[in-house]
């Protein structure tokens, strides 16, 4: 299908930054190879979803106005949950490439351009089958429509995304940027082969800093240039299909649309959840960068209650790592400490020492010597690595201020003996290097997601200890780990003689003070009970 605009001059620019609207001042940053991969899982895996929704049988496919029954809400409400994860991360990639591509540099423009309108399309494309699919069932629309705290769904966010949706503005870009894409073919693919050049000769040197990262950076994770090109063709095909859906389904949605402003009375119920997520889109920031409400000294101060073998929860307004996964904390790692803090926390012990007899620090070294000589490696900031994590880019160490900067901290300590301890803090460093599951696949240990390194360290064989009884659950088909669950089961099992893990600290942000407080046991408990974008705490 042809667009209306075919977009090859500077008329189009104009066009396309017309309905991208004005980017905020500033450098215009790249993606980079592993975001392009990222990008890929991701409309991957909304594609997989959007199969689930569009399934013969499937609650979206209902006619009616009896209620759900309990097996259709069980099937529908995670879905439903996982699909606006998508699209609030497809919202990101949006708000941080597509709105001020032009202003990127080289063969960086048409990177922007291709992993922008993949997230706009991909992200369209999914709220039109979830929007044509339950047009049907009022009982439905009004299940979706409900806040549900579990899954970490505000209320009347299905009417928010429905009216969304149907402005004009959604289906031009597309129109406009289907020209643009092939306008800016061969850009991509001369960053593309520069790329590989330049990661096959190893001795070349970097041309500028700037340069480098935007066309190699990413870390530890394992996407490729390459990635670039096949996100060009799957880009474009997903921008023809949903142009087809908007010529079906679009005056019917609009018409939809109109009704749904004055059944909610606009200015009522829609226009504060427009708010919350823009001031949400707002924060959005990569791991070193932007203001978060916990400070530099409260983590300071936090630092001296943290033993090696902490559980870390932390929520930030976005983080890769909570892709799919449902609830108010998204993110899950583990402290280790500097080796002086292993020493001090481990070889002390007599049941350590015999199957440490160097030292659990020695013992890493051995064992484990890519890794060891990370954890003693200065971060970026010159600060010790005292956290081991699984980010996008894959299972690093970080220091404690690039991993818990954030906007709210929570901190747990496993009920485990000090050699359980150290024996998962062993599990650990033996994945350090993996990269990260774009996946969710807690069958496989090839790669690894946030909670799935937390979960697997503390697996111990039977002979070697207690493992910690994580619960898994199943998210779209997919048994995993939530983090905001391990909060949940913690709350779960306090009093009893099942309790696995003890409270620590909270450290709560309140996004109207712009501040984070430090707060009880019993705070932290009701925390994972908050609705996921919620960013108002009392």
């Known amino acids: 299908?042809?667009?209306?605009?075919?977009?090859?001059?500077?008329?189009?620019?104009?066009?396309?930054?017309?309905?991208?609207?004005?980017?905020?001042?500033?450098?215009?940053?790249?993606?980079?190879?592993?975001?392009?991969?990222?990008?890929?899982?991701?409309?991957?895996?909304?594609?997989?979803?959007?199969?689930?929704?569009?399934?013969?049988?499937?609650?979206?496919?209902?006619?009616?106005?009896?209620?759900?029954?309990?097996?259709?809400?069980?099937?529908?409400?995670?879905?439903?949950?996982?699909?606006?994860?998508?699209?609030?991360?497809?919202?990101?990639?949006?708000?941080?490439?597509?709105?001020?591509?032009?202003?990127?540099?080289?063969?960086?423009?048409?990177?922007?351009?291709?992993?922008?309108?993949?997230?706009h399309a991909a992200q369209l494309r999914a709220r039109l089958t979830l929007l044509m699919r339950s047009r049907n069932s009022d009982a439905l629309r009004a299940a979706l429509n409900e806040a549900s705290p579990e899954y970490g769904v505000p209320a009347g966010h299905f009417d928010r995304l429905a009216i969304a949706t149907a402005t004009p503005q959604a289906l031009l870009l597309l129109q406009i940027g289907l020209g643009m894409l092939e306008d800016q073919r061969d850009a991509l693919e001369e960053a593309v082969a520069e790329a590989q050049r330049a990661a096959a000769d190893e001795d070349a040197p970097a041309t500028t800093d700037e340069e480098s990262t935007e066309v190699e950076s990413g870390g530890r994770g394992n996407g490729k240039p390459q990635d670039f090109l096949d996100l060009f063709d799957r880009t474009v095909a997903e921008i023809e299909e949903t142009i087809d859906l908007y010529d079906r389904w679009g005056s019917t949605l609009i018409l939809e649309a109109i009704f749904l402003m004055i059944d909610n009375e606009f200015s009522g119920i829609v226009d504060p959840l427009t708010k919350d997520i823009a001031l949400w889109l707002g924060d959005t920031r990569v791991r070193q960068g932007g203001q978060s409400l916990i400070s530099e000294a409260q983590l300071d101060e936090l630092q001296t209650r943290l033993?090696?073998?902490?559980?870390?929860?932390?929520?930030?307004?976005?983080?890769?790592?909570?892709?799919?996964?449902?609830?108010?904390?998204?993110?899950?790692?583990?402290?280790?400490?500097?080796?002086?803090?292993?020493?001090?926390?481990?070889?002390?012990?007599?049941?350590?020492?015999?199957?440490?007899?160097?030292?659990?620090?020695?013992?890493?070294?051995?064992?484990?010597?890519?890794?060891?000589?990370?954890?003693?490696?200065?971060?970026?900031?010159?600060?010790?690595?005292?956290?081991?994590?699984?980010?996008?880019?894959?299972?690093?160490?970080?220091?404690?201020?690039?991993?818990?900067?954030?906007?709210?901290?929570?901190?747990?300590?496993?009920?485990?003996?000090?050699?359980?301890?150290?024996?998962?803090?062993?599990?650990?460093?033996?994945?350090?290097?993996?990269?990260?599951?774009?996946?969710?696949?807690?069958?496989?240990?090839?790669?690894?997601?946030?909670?799935?390194?937390?979960?697997?360290?503390?697996?111990?064989?039977?002979?070697?200890?207690?493992?910690?009884?994580?619960?898994?659950?199943?998210?779209?088909?997919?048994?995993t780990l939530p983090p905001n669950d391990i909060i949940a089961q913690w709350d779960r099992e306090?009093?009893?003689?099942?309790?696995?893990?003890?409270?620590?600290?909270?450290?709560?942000?309140?996004?109207?003070?712009?501040?984070?407080?430090?707060?009880?046991?019993e705070t932290l408990a009701a925390s994972w009970r908050r609705p996921k974008w919620d960013l108002y705490q009392p």
């Open 1 to 119: 299908m042809k667009p209306i605009f075919v977009a090859t001059s500077c008329t189009a620019v104009t066009l396309l930054s017309l309905v991208t609207g004005c980017a905020p001042a500033g450098d215009q940053p790249t993606p980079s190879v592993n975001e392009a991969r990222a990008m890929l899982k991701l409309v991957e895996r909304t594609d997989e979803l959007v199969e689930l929704i569009d399934a013969p049988g499937s609650p979206f496919r209902r006619a009616g106005d009896e209620p759900l029954t309990p097996d259709q809400r069980q099937v529908a409400l995670p879905q439903w949950a996982t699909l606006i994860d998508h699209d609030l991360a497809f919202e990101s990639f949006e708000q941080r490439y597509l709105f001020g591509w032009q202003r990127a540099k080289g063969g960086g423009r048409a990177r922007s351009l291709v992993v922008g309108l993949a997230a």
């Open 307 to 479: 033993l090696p073998g902490d559980i870390l929860l932390e929520r930030r307004n976005w983080y890769l790592s909570n892709l799919g996964l449902p609830g108010f904390w998204p993110h899950a790692e583990l402290y280790v400490g500097t080796p002086a803090e292993v020493a001090a926390a481990f070889d002390g012990h007599p049941e350590v020492r015999d199957v440490f007899p160097d030292g659990l620090a020695a013992h890493l070294a051995q064992a484990h010597p890519a890794a060891e000589a990370a954890w003693r490696t200065p971060a970026e900031d010159g600060e010790p690595p005292r956290i081991i994590e699984a980010i996008s880019e894959g299972v690093v160490f970080s220091s404690l201020y690039e991993a818990a900067l954030a906007d709210y901290i929570g901190v747990l300590r496993p009920r485990r003996t000090p050699l359980e301890k150290a024996r998962a803090l062993a599990r650990a460093f033996s994945h350090h290097g993996k990269p990260y599951d774009f996946d969710f696949d807690f069958l496989t240990q090839s790669e690894l997601v946030c909670s799935e390194l937390v979960w697997t360290s503390y697996q111990s064989p039977r002979d070697e200890g207690r493992s910690l009884e994580l619960e898994l659950s199943e998210v779209v088909g997919r048994l």
């Open 494 to 521: 306090r009093g009893t003689a099942e309790q696995q893990l003890e409270f620590v600290a909270f450290l709560d942000g309140v996004q109207a003070d712009g501040q984070a407080y430090l707060r009880d046991e």
